[in-house]
């Protein structure tokens, strides 16, 4: 880790800095996936949501509801960003905006794309408010969702 000097002439460990960073990032072993959500797969902006949604190809399995739209480009990213229809109260729906981030960071690895070629995703919730056990259905939607993304950039 990186080392500082206080005042006083102590040293002290610095979390942040580059030197850190890296030893954390290479002490994970090999053959394992990190399963972090950074930020450049993260789909921002009001324009770029009303893109997909208004330009790209729909695939639903209850309770969600995916819109996928590909553009060839130099790098090979992954885009996703997540909304939820309104019909609860924003506590719930910022529950089930984690719910959907969790389970996409956790089976983004299912989505294989063809190298050259940007693939926006943009997930919404369509079923207003959590029911026990909405985890659960949640996460296999989003599996089924990104296997069947995956066949289409195959064939």
């Given at each position: 880790m990186g080392e500082k000097f206080s005042a006083h002439g102590e040293k002290r460990a610095v979390i942040n800095s580059p030197s850190a960073t890296s030893e954390r990032s290479s002490s994970i072993p090999a053959g394992r996936m990190r399963?972090?959500?950074s930020k450049r797969e993260i789909l921002r902006g009001y324009r770029a949501f009303s893109r997909v949604i208004a330009s790209g190809k729909r695939i639903s399995v209850p309770p969600i509801r995916a819109f996928i739209l590909k553009?060839?480009?130099?790098t090979t990213v992954?885009?996703?960003g997540?909304?939820?229809?309104k019909g609860a109260n924003a506590a719930q729906r910022n529950r089930l905006k984690r719910l959907l981030r969790e389970s996409y960071r956790l089976n983004k690895h299912l989505t294989l794309i063809t190298p050259g070629t940007t693939v926006d995703i943009v997930f919404l919730h369509t079923r207003p408010g959590p029911t026990v056990g909405e985890k659960n259905s949640v996460e296999n939607a989003m599996v089924e969702i990104l296997?069947?993304?995956?066949n289409?950039?195959?064939g």
């Open positions: 399963h972090a959500l553009n060839p480009a130099a992954v885009r996703a997540f909304s939820v229809s296997k069947k993304i995956s289409e950039a195959k």
